[in-house]
């Protein structure tokens, strides 16, 4: 396993060699022509990542050209660290021996989203031409549902039995595929591969050789789940206990596979991601350098339903026409309250959707939360509407309409407070993702309150 | 290191045991009256982020109360899953030599988070109890920046110099502090501390108690970062790489700590929370359980600022106004042309901070990404506003204002989509948050030339 290494090359210092890797800004840069001309050995010191964000900018039979220069292990990190969906696309179109080895290579539960990705086609032809054993892993773990536990979980788990010695165990460790760079925790299980307790490998090395595997395992274990656990359930429990991993189990405690730190770190952006994006009605995987219509077909169908919403809105204007006929500087100040109000409710979205996130808001304590913001949206809009009133009576002189535009503003904001902890707390109880486009319904609720309450306070005292 | 166990126990399967832990939903449901009956030793079985996320929603005293029914470990556990500020709250009110000796047991990068927070009296205080030579590293500690690596690093490393012995290296980790968890990699450096390469625990594992550390060390490093380099930076290396630990090095590359993977999850998660929450300036550390007083004074300097960019949307509603009086459908439809402005520049707002934040946008690519969003903008105008004027014409059958709002939507949303492009962009490259109150400046933005396209365009052809 010990490499034989060339001893003059460990005493320089790593940052004394020339930079022999590609940067993206230099990939960038360059003309699709150059693309061949690329040298293999600079791509094969280039991070895995870097090339990945490279291809997923470049066409199918560009990613070809340069997938081609270098190995199907290189290549099997590079289509790792991209999309699933982009992978799938590129492996389709390869040549199939080599989209079979680099499936192969790929991490089982990295193999599995590929395969899952492909066309039915693709799927049926290239699962027949792997090894009959992974490919049957591979269908397996396709039966999870995407986003649980087992969709993401890895299931190459290093087990020892409880009777096992710590000789045994090294062994075990030894059996492992070179390249296996997570090796977290030793998990020790029974005959049937029932979960019975977790090793590090750090009491492994501090052990004796002959000791029983009993006297070094704890089984008092945290974090297990089910592999029908929410994906991003298992993340929140993996930072909360800070573990590097978490041991998926079925329903009788049979030992199904691992999520790793790796995976959760990418779980949290996906979901950031998602948080953000969906808010506004964005494709929740959408990236900036998505093309045209992949993104027109993601936004528009939302910018329908706010072009619906709109109208609503526009129809509280319709019904105060002839008040705003009347009296024509309600029209001038209707966006200011408009605007305050949306923006209210949007910074109590914001905590809102972040804290449900974090799985930091109990169900019983929905209520509390949604008066709590009514009250913050309230108090500010005796702070903000009091500094608007005086901006109105110095432009205006009016000290009727100053008074409407501080009255509207604090029933306005607290309104927006209430809707903007109400929306995601109610979208997440009725099982909606608390995001989705919370921010196009919001601001419907915050414009037609808004113009009602104005225009009616307006008609009220004013005309 | 090995335990006595009791073996009868670890026959037994985890889940038979009864639950002795408190849940976050049932110390919730609790009356304040019965924090001083709770269960010593439930309290102890109680995971540390549960009683830390129910002590930051308590009062002070009340925290006090529920942290002497534990040890100092336990305590250390549970004040290091909080918030540091709430923590340097609650430990400025504890009995002296209890603080310190909870400081003494957190990690030191979690003890100097909490020193940093701490009120100048208590830092001088606490600091002058502790062991001088960890006052001394948290004193060191406190000098970089709280946003760089070397303010979130860990200074206590595993390391062995290259001449060492494999065994040597075991008796290195032997001397570890037992609770030590994060075992991740050994780093090899030289007598002068200067980091040479580094070594993971299996291959320690795995190799002869006499080799030479020399002949398994990996001195080709990826991911050595400064110390001074941004914390979001260090996390994005470190979940590009996929491991579980990068090295931080001063300007000579001597090996100052390391950050852990835990350490990145807590990174990304606040970065996802800051930049939806700043995103419509919310405060970025905020969450829902704050009370009054903070929310209002994070998010009403943000809402004042809303007030002024509002009138400035006002007053092109101002400019227009005898078109108004005219023509009263004009003020009618103008929020419908202004929500989808807002709605469109918000979606690429979005994607923008995203990709942003996930190191997608090169320099270099600024003005495609701008010119494209502008592109998504007009290419979605096109759509809704097609759709918008034939509802427009339904309802009054006025073919010159259907055509007028198709227009004023084409146009309104490629400045929308341009604009939630070159917002983030532009703050980013001015060195700003390309979050902070964005969304604000956006809608400021689309208010403005959604107003005063569609009134032109309305004076114009209608008038």
Redesign the interface.
Known sequence: ??ES?D?R??Q????IEPPREYT??GL??MDFQELETLDSSRLANT?A?VLA?FLERLRVDDRRIILRKVNETQASEILA?MDAEDTAETMGAMREWRAVKILEELDLDDATDVVGELEEEDRTRLLSKMLPQTAATVRDLLTYPEDTAGGIMNPEVTTVT?DASVDQA?QQ??KLRDYT???HYIYVVDEAK?L??VL????????RPN?AI????K????G?CNALDDKEKVALT?????F?ALPIVDDE?KLLGIVT??D???I??E???E???K?????PH????DN?SY??TR??P???V??L???M??SV??YF??Q??AL??L??????I???G???G??????????LA?G??????SAR?CI??C??GL??GI??GF??SI?VWIGTRHTGFSLVVFIACILNMGIAGLAG?FIPIFLKRMSFDPAQSS??FL?TVT?ITG?FVFLSLGTWLLL
Chains 1, 2 share one sequence.
Do not use: C
């Open positions: 396993m010990t290494i001893h090359h460990i320089q210092a790593p940052e993206l800004e960038l840069d991070p990542y964000s660290e409880l090294i460790i030894r760079e997570h090796l029932h019975k307790g590090s490998l750090r009491d492994l090395l501090l052990a000791d009993e006297s070094i395992t089984t008092a274990l945290k297990v993996l930072s909360d206990l800070n590097s405690n730190y790796d959760v770190i990418d949290i952006q979901e950031a991601t948080d953000i994006q808010l506004v009605g964005a494709g959408e990236s900036i350098h045209l993104s027109i936004r528009g939302w910018l329908l706010n072009l919403t709109a109208f809105a526009a204007v319709y026409r002839n705003i006929e024509t500087l029209a001038v100040f209707m966006p200011i408009a605007s305050l949306g923006n209210t949007s910074q109590t979205l914001a905590v809102a959707i972040r804290s974090l930091e808001i109990q169900d019983s304590e939360v709590m913001e009250m913050k108090a500010n702070l903000i500094v608007a901006i902890a921010s196009i601001t414009d113009f």
